[in-house]
């Protein structure tokens, strides 16, 4: 959501208003109109590490051994590849590959995403339906119906370091004399115009397992929009002799969020061979979220038909949440806190 756009809007709108003071209005009006910027606070989320197997075959995490066009006819395949010298253990007629694959140590783990204040505008109706007490200074009692848009901008870069158990996969390469590394064979094989590829054997000969040391450093975000709506009544009560009012409400509140989790997940380990490859993957959702909101606002009459105001609001809903491979994040909704300020023009 473009902010600058947004704010050039209400400005404009707030200008209008407070230049509509000028004409003739009837001072008993009931109608109220509102706009102004809003600032959000207390977004949060939890983003669950899912649990993801090590890479152990056909696809390691530093090369693999998989089929080729032929089926691996004869027990044997051209589609294999290795990244580092030290994958490469004896000499021919004994000489052996070696492939590994390795789990994550932020598996089973929580990452807090949070971030600045989310800035978005608000705008709003309201119809007064009542009022009593002395009639120059009115207690006033009424509905309203406000409109919100905010972003979701929050996120994480954390680096996590522990242990992980490490599968270790050894295939016989004979008397085959590996290409340097990184090596990538191709499915299609020594097939022309491809150059002549070395085939080896798809069995596995032996698989062992270690406990290594790994990083992960990651980065996650959750970047999106949520239109809030809310009705219910308020009461306006002045300040005798000053020009000032207080307001306070409370109501049914609903948003309608729309969003995107994305996120970078990159690795270091110990022993030979490579790390786990990088994982990555985003997921858009959109959902709507019930529940309820209550505010309250003061505000300095100009003249009898236009107030600049300050409030906060404290709304209660449903969490938000996006799946993606891996990743399973959750929006706290529950308790977040909203400062507004603008202008009200009654009519």
Request: with cysteine.
């Amino acid at each position: 959501m473009n902010t600058g756009k947004i704010f050039a809007v209400s400005a404009a709108l707030v200008a209008c208003a407070v230049g509509l003071h000028a004409q003739e209005h009837d001072v008993d009006t009931k109608n109220r109109f509102y706009i102004g910027p809003r600032l959000h606070f207390n977004v949060t989320a939890k983003l669950q590490n899912l649990p993801s197997p090590a890479a152990t075959g056909p696809q390691y995490d530093d090369g693999y051994v998989d089929e080729d066009i032929s089926k691996n006819a004869g027990g044997k395949t051209w589609n294999w590849g290795y990244s580092f010298t030290n994958q490469i253990f004896g000499v021919s007629p004994n000489r052996e590959l070696e492939l590994h694959g390795a789990d994550s140590p932020r598996d089973g783990t929580v990452d807090h995403l949070g971030g600045d204040p989310q800035i978005g505008f608000e705008m709003g109706y309201g119809r007064e339906f009542w009022r009593f007490g002395r009639d120059e200074y009115p207690i006033r009692v009424g509905f309203e119906f406000g409109f919100s848009a905010s972003e979701i901008g929050i996120d994480a870069r954390n680096t996590v370091t522990g242990p992980v158990t490490r599968i270790s996969d050894r295939y016989s390469l004979g008397n085959v004399v590996p290409p340097n590394p990184p090596y990538s064979g191709s499915f299609e094989g020594p097939a022309p115009p491809n150059p002549p590829g070395p085939l080896i054997s798809t069995n596995r000969l032996s698989r062992t397992t270690s406990t290594e040391t790994a990083t992960s450093t990651q980065h996650a975000s959750i970047e999106g929009t949520y239109w809030g709506f809310r009705l219910g009544p308020f009461i306006e009560v002045p300040w005798p002799g000053y020009r000032h009012s207080f307001q306070f409400g409370m109501g049914m509140a609903l948003v309608n969020a729309d969003a995107k989790l994305s996120y970078e997940e990159n690795f270091t380990i110990t022993g030979l061979g490579g790390p786990p490859v990088p994982r990555s993957s985003s997921q858009s959702n959109s959902d709507w979220l019930f529940g309820f909101y209550a505010n309250a606002k003061a505000y300095y009459w100009v003249n009898d038909f236009v107030a600049l105001y300050l409030g906060g609001e404290i709304q209660t809903l449903d969490n938000f949440k996006i799946i993606t491979a891996n990743k399973a994040a959750t929006v706290d909704f529950g308790s977040t806190a909203g400062v507004t300020f603008g202008v009200m023009y009654v009519f």
